[in-house]
């Protein structure tokens, strides 16, 4: 019995421990700072790469000052902060939502859109503007439970 304990509170602990999803590889996370330096000085300004200073701050891993340094957004993205959250099955959900207007707009930064505008939370608690993706306006979502999505 006490083995079969043991055992029980073992796989609790590794399901619980265990990330959700694995963070990027080095070749992964080199690539991501290659493409996101823009300006080819070895650092990103939140000019070049709105979404990586938004991941940070969703993560409360903020940064200092105007620019990140190459060795520190290679420790985030290799901690999994900069890694994609799943959207939940029929996004936008509604409920009592409590991100301000400023956590609404990193987490849509977050997923690759760019020149969000017009942000307001509807009745349902659901925040919802517009946003730039591939040259586009598409109107974009964010729910109670950080859900983004965009149409």
Known sequence: MYLKVLAMTGLAFFAFASPSSAAMTD?????????????????ITEAEAARYFAYARIASKPVSGTTMTKADFMAQCKAGVYDEAKVDPGAPLAGSNSFTE?????????HGYGSVSGLKKDDKGIWRGTAMQDNRSVNVAVDYKGNVVGN
Not at 27 to 43: I, R
Not at 102 to 110: P, V, W
């Open 27 to 43: 070749a992964q996370c080199e690539a991501a700072f290659v493409s996101a330096d823009t300006s080819k000085d070895g650092m």
């Open 102 to 110: 400023a956590q609404a707009k990193d987490r849509i930064l977050a």
